[in-house]
Each structure stands twice: as structure tokens, then as C-alpha cells.
């Protein structure tokens, strides 16, 4: 077999069973390994560390399969990694909630580059690197096998498929032809889910938890829901008898599913208020307009996905926490969110303390919110912890409005 041989003293982050090895900490390839093919990972006296997948045209050179040096990487290990991702999803129950919910969660399942999420009695698998490409075809014959799903639809075409020198691929992997509206339930609620053209693998599962706690926390209030993509959180928010709620995004796509939603679950359209905006700009339009509300969220896409983003993201999210601060009542409360793998909690809190200096309000943390279960984060991985959400409640003015 192949194998990397790292500089000396490059073998740290092997020891502490971190999933990556870096470009810059390999001294020699041995051999001619094609792209995604699996490589021996040897510290620099030669000592076994990690067999891993090789991909040439990355920084992140090759991905850990497993620390063992007994375990072969072959089509009985990824049964044995998948059927353990399937248990983890049996423990917390996650069915009772939904009918859709992340199977697959990458490196945080011990199989890197892999993302399924099942919509119903159909999968949507996401292939992001070179080594689990290299597997994609026993990936879907175990995924049909271990689950029995009707159909396997690929959704490979995320921007950092480009990094590991991949194309994107789109389109059904297993399965007779399907409709892409797949109908999924939610705590109850109803939404339609596009999986060929919807965001990501068609919906935001990794907020289920949270958008029903939106939910609880809605009734008589106007609420604000910035970002709304299909009406996630507005939709919760009017079954839980929010009295109004307005719903931004700038996908004209997501504002007609989103009405369509509404419908679907029976929920009348007065009272609900969908508008094509930039989020920046309107927040600055309701402010002139002297608009306010009770509760206000705050989802935004992911403005850093790396660290080398983080300064222009936390001006991005800073600002758009000052503007819901201020557009907040007294006692109001902001549901705020990043995905941003370059901003870690401790980060994202102080961004949004400062966001409300700015706006000369006092204001409490009175939840902590992140991925649901589905979502795992593997303890030697907390690059995987990338979703976090602060639940603030809105006290009185501190210092005079700028
Ligand atoms: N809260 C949603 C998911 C939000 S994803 C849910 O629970 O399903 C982020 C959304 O922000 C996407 O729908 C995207 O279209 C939208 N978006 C991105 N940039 C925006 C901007 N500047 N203003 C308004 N919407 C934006």
C-alpha cells in the first residue's frame, strides 16, 4: 500500500485521533496513489499513525478512515461505519420528531466527505472529497441495503468539491425515477422539500430542534424571521400563535415555497407577510420606517466558512444583531444564529454582546442553541460543532439611541 510519511513531529494531531493530515506535515509519498485511494499514514520514524484517503489536489492531503492498524478499509468496514451511524440515530429518537433527519454527518461519523440525509423513504447523499468518492458506488449499494430507502438521489455539487479537484454531479444514484417534492413532516408540521433544487440537500435539518422552540416561544408575539429560505421558522412560529410574522429572504424561489407551506399546514395567509429583501437592507428600511417586534431571528447563511473569513463575517454578523437589537421591544427576544465554521461560540457571543453595546441595549442569554442530534460532533472533531444560536431577551435602553 501507499503511504505518507510525516515530518518529524508532525504526528500530534494523528495522536489525538484529528481526522486531517495537512499538506504542509507530510515529508515523502511512497508509491502512486490514485485520488481517494486509501494510504498508510507513518510518523517519521516509520511508526503506524492512521490509514486515510489520499487526495492530491487538497490542502487537507488525506482523511483518516481509521487509527487501527488491523482494520482494512474495504467495503465491510464502511458497513460496519454506516450501520453505526444508523444506531446513533436510534438513541435520541430522532423519528418521533421528524421523517427527515441527517443519517450521515462526515468526518463527525468517522466517514469523511460523507453527508446523507433521508427525506421520507428517500436518501440524499452529498459526496465532498476524493476519498469518499472512491467509495461512492459501495456507498449506495450499503446505504439501499442498510435502510431500505425507495431511492438514492446525489446532490455532489457543494463549492468545496472544487478543493479536493472534483466536479459537481447531480442526479438519481439508485432508485426508479422519483419526484423531487418530497412532502416531510416536522414536530407535525408539514414542508415541501425540493432535493434536486432546494439549498444544500433541500432543507436546513440541522434547525429542527430550534425552529420548534421558535415555535414555543411565539404565541401573541409579531415575530421577525430574517433569512426564512421555505418558512422554517415562520411557519412554527404562526402554529404556535405568533400574531404576525414577516419572513425576509432574497430567493424568490423560497419566498413562493414558503406561502406554499403555509398552505399546506392549513395556516392562513393574513397575518403572514413575505418579502424579497436583502436582509441588510431591510433591517435598515424597518428601522426608518420605525417598525418593531416581539421576536426576532436572525439565520443567516454561512458568512465564514473558514477562519480566513472571520473578521469581514463578524462585521457582517455584528451588524445585522445591532440592527435586530434595536428594531427589538422592550422584553422582545432574538433567536441568533451562525453556521460559520470560522467562528467558534466564545467568538459569535462576544460579536453579538458587542452588537448590542452598539445598539445601547441591556440584554440577557436565557438559552444556548446548536445542531440537533443528527448532527453529532465527534469529540476528536469539534471542527463539526459549526452551528450555534444565542436566545436573548431584550431589556431597557442603557444609553441614549445614536
Ligand atoms: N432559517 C432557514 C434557513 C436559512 S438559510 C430554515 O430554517 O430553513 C439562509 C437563507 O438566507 C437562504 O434562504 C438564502 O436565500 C438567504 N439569504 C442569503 N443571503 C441573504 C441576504 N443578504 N438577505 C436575505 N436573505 C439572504
Not at 489525538?16 to 490514485?34: C, E, K, T, Y
Not at 439501499?144 to 466536479?167: F, H, K, N
Request: charged share 25%.
Amino acid at each position: 500500500m501507499a503511504s505518507l510519511i510525516l515530518k518529524p513531529g508532525r504526528e500530534k494531531s494523528l495522536l489525538r485521533r484529528h481526522p486531517w493530515v495537512f499538506s504542509g506535515a507530510i515529508g515523502q509519498l511512497n508509491g502512486d496513489p490514485a485520488p481517494g485511494a486509501t494510504v498508510d499514514v507513518r510518523a517519521a520514524d516509520g511508526a503506524f499513525l492512521a490509514r486515510a484517503a489520499y487526495s492530491p489536489a487538497s490542502q487537507i492531503r488525506a482523511r483518516v478512515w481509521t487509527f487501527d492498524p488491523d482494520e482494512a478499509v474495504d467495503v465491510e468496514f464502511f458497513r460496519r461505519r454506516l450501520a453505526a451511524a444508523l444506531a446513533r440515530r436510534a438513541t435520541p429518537g430522532l423519528a418521533a420528531a421528524s421523517d427527515a433527519f441527517r443519517l450521515v454527518h462526515a468526518e463527525s461519523d468517522q466517514i469523511p466527505g460523507l453527508v446523507v440525509d433521508r427525506y421520507g423513504d428517500v436518501l440524499v447523499l452529498q459526496v465532498l472529497t476524493a476519498g469518499s468518492e472512491f467509495w461512492r458506488e459501495t456507498l449506495a449499494d450499503l446505504l439501499l441495503e442498510l435502510t431500505g430507502v425507495r431511492a438514492i438521489y446525489e446532490r455532489s455539487d457543494a463549492d468545496v468539491r472544487e478543493l479536493e479537484g472534483l466536479q459537481p454531479r447531480t442526479g438519481l444514484l439508485r432508485g426508479l425515477v422519483i419526484d423531487s417534492r418530497i412532502v416531510i413532516q416536522e414536530y407535525g408540521l408539514k414542508f415541501t422539500v425540493d432535493i434536486a433544487t432546494g439549498h444544500k440537500t433541500g432543507f436546513y435539518l440541522d434547525q429542527r430542534a430550534n425552529r420548534n422552540r421558535v415555535g414555543q416561544l411565539a404565541a401573541g408575539r409579531d415575530v421577525l424571521n430574517c433569512f426564512c429560505y421555505t418558512g422554517g421558522f415562520s411557519i412554527h412560529a404562526a402554529r404556535g400563535g405568533a400574531k404576525s410574522v414577516v419572513s425576509v429572504d432574497t430567493s424568490a424561489d423560497a419566498l413562493v415555497a414558503g406561502q406554499e407551506n403555509a398552505a399546506l399546514n392549513g395556516i392562513q395567509a393574513e397575518g403572514l407577510e413575505w418579502l424579497e429583501a436583502d436582509v441588510f437592507t431591510a433591517l435598515r428600511k424597518f428601522r426608518d420606517q420605525n417598525r418593531s417586534w416581539d421576536l426576532i431571528v436572525l439565520d443567516p447563511p454561512k458568512f465564514a466558512p473558514t477562519a480566513a473569513q472571520a473578521e469581514k463575517a463578524a462585521r457582517g454578523y455584528k451588524d445585522i444583531n445591532r440592527l435586530a437589537f434595536k428594531l427589538l421591544r422592550p422584553g422582545g427576544i432574538l433567536t441568533t444564529f451562525s453556521c460559520s465554521g470560522g467562528i467558534d461560540a466564545a467568538l459569535f457571543q462576544k460579536i453579538v454582546a458587542s452588537a448590542a453595546l452598539d445598539a445601547g441595549v441591556e440584554a440577557q442569554i436565557v438559552e444556548y442553541m446548536a445542531q440537533g442530534p443528527d448532527h453529532p460532533v465527534s469529540i476528536h472533531f469539534p471542527e463539526g460543532a459549526y452551528l450555534k444560536g444565542l436566545v436573548c431577551v431584550r431589556g431597557g435602553l442603557v444609553v441614549a439611541k445614536r
